[in-house]
């Protein structure tokens, strides 16, 4: 005999159950065997400690560090570390001075940096461009190194320039310093806080070819993107290496096209426009044409990591000033695993209540609820440590909550689909009906009320603080997961259940006994006496039950029946 449609489908939802969590499971253990994955979740800097840096700013000569650049410096740097994958790290300012950063765990050398890297980006002009190093080449051919400059050298241009390519900003003291700069000598100089608007001798990254630069024409604050791609020639193939696309705001296209239209007409190294990055040289391209459209390309020596890692700190804005690393340290879990396990056993605690309420609410159906209840917790606990592997999502005290919180919410789905289907019971159905009709009931209401909670989550998550995200985070995953647990699991074991012949019977520790839940309501006010066969108690207990669940209308319909027939009665009487 072909199984029934409701059976096909029970069978179809656990069999797509299944294998979700397979192919979950399979996931998780290819990457605990093949890659960096953990069977547990990564735990965030309350519970687990990590890496703190303290940052302090440079900045030029009697200059003051205002709190707006620091509350702006703390934004860029959140952005960076976010778009890294590194969740549940703390950002803030110590006083007036300092940035301090704390990730939890040990973050990778690649994160270290991006959060170091000041990435103020500035396009100067070249003036003059040279080897490397200091020597210079006398009259009878020998190398030796340049004579620093004597100071009544002219320090002031004899000419006010007109623009960041003139020559004029080469004073006799300025091309002497030039000659002498070695960028071997200077490769740790610090040349990021250098003023805008006056020269700068410096280096590419490589420290190759020496720069005398002009003075900035165009700041990294006009960048309103950037991303990383590889170049394309004009034909469209890809020539493998790795680039830096940036589009500039309003401001920037016009400055931009504004110096490239100038620089057109130009010859030798003056025809070159300096990229620099916390004051190294990236890039000095030559200009072919006026780009006026500003979007330019930055090329360079670049890897995917560099390019990508370039990208995100041009993406979220240049530092409103360049950083020294104060200290870097390992600092311990400011709650530890004390919190933790309080936290697992408050958890515990609450399973437990629930399955206590349930078995004494639904007797044998409350073990519906348990196995569904162990079916989401394996779900999530799979997500979670595939997010914690995959997107580095590390789960902090507040995320703990949400998981604890999560229980009752679950459970509230259950309560809610075997309330409907006891209902149906009550109205006469049979269970295998009950199931059915129950189901199309309770499925509304469980959307609604998962879409509320879901919803919530989502604006939490948006608005609260960072320390409050991971609450926001787990809720809203517990929901989703809850809904596929009620869909693939919860329904299709009562389908199947209702089958059985323990269920179907209305067996007294089924929980879904029709004469125990009072099921003389036939609906409409009216009732129907019970049989002998019951027992006096239960009767009794199925009628209070059945009166407790009239509606409004139908007590007022039955009030005005019994009314009725009171009056019949009493005319009646008269009558007679």
């Given at each position: 005999?072909?199984?029934?449609?409701?059976?096909?489908?029970?069978?179809?939802?656990?069999?797509?159950?299944?294998?979700?969590?397979?192919?979950?499971?399979?996931?998780?253990?290819?990457?605990?065997?093949?890659?960096?994955?953990?069977?547990?979740?990564?735990?965030?800097?309350?519970?687990?400690g990590?890496t703190?840096?303290?940052?302090a700013?440079?900045?030029?000569?009697?200059?003051?560090?205002?709190?707006?650049?620091?509350?702006?410096?703390?934004?860029?740097?959140?952005?960076?570390?976010?778009?890294?994958?590194?969740?549940?790290?703390?950002?803030?300012?110590?006083?007036?001075?300092?940035?301090?950063?704390?990730?939890?765990?040990?973050?990778?050398?690649?994160?270290?940096?991006?959060?170091?890297?000041?990435?103020?980006?500035?396009?100067?002009?070249?003036?003059?461009?040279?080897?490397?190093t200091?020597?210079?080449?006398?009259?009878?051919?020998?190398?030796?190194?340049?004579?620093?400059?004597?100071?009544?050298?002219?320090?002031?241009?004899?000419?006010?320039?007109?623009?960041?390519?003139?020559?004029?900003?080469?004073?006799?003291?300025?091309?002497?310093?030039?000659?002498?700069?070695?960028?071997?000598?200077?490769?740790?100089k610090?040349?990021?806080?250098?003023?805008?608007?006056?020269?700068?001798?410096?280096?590419?990254?490589?420290?190759t070819?020496?720069?005398l630069?002009?003075?900035?024409?165009?700041?990294?604050?006009?960048?309103?993107?950037?991303?990383?791609?590889?170049?394309?020639?004009?034909?469209?193939?890809?020539?493998?290496?790795?680039?830096?696309n940036?589009?500039?705001?309003?401001?920037?296209?016009?400055?931009?096209?504004?110096?490239?239209?100038?620089?057109?007409?130009?010859?030798?190294?003056?025809?070159?426009?300096?990229?620099?990055?916390?004051?190294?040289?990236?890039?000095?391209?030559?200009?072919?044409?006026?780009?006026?459209?500003?979007?330019?390309?930055?090329?360079?020596?670049?890897?995917?990591?560099?390019?990508?890692?370039?990208?995100?700190?041009?993406?979220?804005?240049?530092?409103?000033?360049?950083?020294?690393?104060?200290?870097?340290?390992?600092?311990?879990?400011?709650?530890?695993?004390?919190?933790?396990?309080?936290?697992?056993?408050?958890?515990?605690?609450?399973?437990?209540?629930?399955?206590?309420?349930?078995?004494?609410?639904?007797?044998l159906?409350?073990?519906?609820?348990?196995?569904?209840?162990?079916?989401?917790?394996?779900?999530?606990?799979?997500?979670?440590?595939?997010?914690?592997?995959?997107?580095?999502?590390?789960?902090?005290?507040a995320?703990?909550?949400?998981?604890?919180?999560?229980?009752?919410?679950?459970?509230?789905?259950?309560?809610?689909?075997?309330?409907?289907?006891?209902?149906?019971?009550?109205?006469?159905?049979?269970?295998?009906?009950?199931?059915?009709?129950?189901?199309?009931?309770?499925?509304?209401?469980?959307?609604?009320?998962?879409?509320?909670?879901?919803?919530?989550?989502?604006?939490?998550?948006?608005?609260a603080?960072?320390?409050?995200r991971?609450?926001?985070?787990?809720?809203?995953?517990?929901?989703?997961?809850?809904?596929?647990v009620?869909?693939?699991?919860?329904?299709?074991?009562?389908?199947?259940?209702?089958?059985?012949?323990?269920?179907?019977?209305?067996?007294?520790?089924?929980?879904?006994?029709?004469?125990?839940?009072?099921?003389?309501?036939?609906g409409?006010?009216?009732?129907?006496?019970?049989?002998?066969?019951?027992?006096?108690?239960?009767?009794?207990?199925?009628?209070?039950?059945?009166?407790?669940?009239?509606?409004?209308?139908?007590?007022?319909?039955?009030?005005?029946?019994?009314?009725?027939?009171?009056?019949?009665?009493?005319?009646?009487?008269?009558?007679?």
């Amino acid at each position: 005999m072909a199984k029934s449609t409701p059976v096909k489908k029970a069978w179809r939802s656990l069999t797509w159950l299944g294998v979700l969590v397979v192919v979950l499971l399979g996931t998780l253990t290819a990457g605990v065997l093949f890659s960096n994955a953990t069977w547990l979740p990564k735990l965030a800097l309350d519970l687990e400690g990590g890496t703190q840096i303290i940052l302090a700013p440079q900045v030029e000569n009697g200059q003051s560090v205002q709190q707006q650049q620091l509350d702006q410096a703390v934004s860029i740097i959140r952005q960076r570390i976010d778009a890294s994958g590194v969740s549940e790290a703390q950002i803030s300012t110590e006083g007036s001075k300092n940035i301090v950063v704390s990730l939890p765990g040990k973050p990778d050398q690649a994160t270290l940096d991006r959060v170091k890297s000041s990435a103020r980006l500035d396009f100067r002009p070249v003036l003059i461009a040279g080897g490397p190093t200091n020597e210079v080449v006398g009259a009878d051919g020998k190398s030796t190194p340049a004579p620093s400059p004597a100071p009544d050298l002219q320090a002031t241009p004899s000419a006010k320039p007109t623009n960041g390519s003139d020559l004029a900003w080469v004073t006799p003291k300025l091309q002497a310093e030039f000659n002498a700069y070695d960028c071997k000598a200077n490769a740790n100089k610090t040349t990021s806080s250098a003023p805008t608007d006056q020269p700068l001798i410096t280096c590419d990254d490589q420290n190759t070819v020496k720069y005398l630069l002009g003075p900035v024409e165009v700041k990294g604050q006009d960048i309103s993107d950037a991303n990383a791609g590889l170049v394309q020639s004009s034909q469209g193939v890809t020539t493998g290496q790795w680039a830096v696309n940036i589009v500039f705001n309003g401001a920037g296209t016009k400055a931009f096209a504004d110096v490239t239209t100038r620089l057109v007409g130009l010859q030798g190294s003056q025809n070159q426009f300096a990229i620099v990055l916390d004051g190294k040289v990236i890039s000095a391209p030559t200009t072919q044409a006026a780009i006026t459209d500003g979007k330019p390309q930055i090329t360079g020596n670049f890897t995917e990591t560099t390019a990508k890692a370039l990208a995100d700190q041009l993406k979220f804005g240049a530092l409103p000033f360049s950083f020294k690393v104060q200290s870097q340290d390992t600092i311990s879990a400011t709650l530890g695993t004390a919190q933790l396990l309080a936290g697992l056993i408050a958890g515990l605690i609450g399973l437990i209540l629930v399955a206590i309420y349930t078995f004494f609410q639904y007797r044998l159906l409350g073990l519906v609820t348990i196995f569904s209840l162990v079916v989401a917790g394996v779900l999530t606990w799979l997500t979670i440590s595939l997010l914690s592997w995959h997107y580095d999502y590390r789960l902090s005290l507040a995320g703990v909550a949400g998981l604890i919180v999560a229980i009752g919410f679950t459970a509230d789905s259950f309560i809610v689909y075997f309330e409907r289907i006891r209902d149906e019971l009550r109205d006469g159905r049979g269970l295998e009906s009950a199931v059915e009709a129950g189901w199309g009931r309770a499925r509304r209401t469980i959307y609604a009320s998962k879409a509320t909670n879901l919803l919530a989550a989502v604006v939490l998550y948006v608005l609260a603080a960072a320390n409050v995200r991971g609450f926001a985070f787990t809720l809203g995953l517990t929901t989703i997961i809850d809904v596929i647990v009620v869909l693939l699991f919860t329904h299709p074991t009562l389908q199947l259940l209702a089958r059985t012949r323990f269920f179907s019977s209305g067996h007294p520790l089924s929980g879904l006994d029709p004469q125990a839940l009072g099921a003389v309501y036939r609906g409409a006010a009216q009732f129907r006496a019970p049989t002998a066969s019951v027992k006096a108690g239960t009767a009794a207990r199925a009628g209070k039950e059945a009166a407790r669940r009239q509606t409004i209308a139908e007590r007022k319909a039955a009030e005005l029946a019994g009314a009725s027939t009171s009056s019949d009665r009493s005319t009646e009487g008269k009558d007679s």
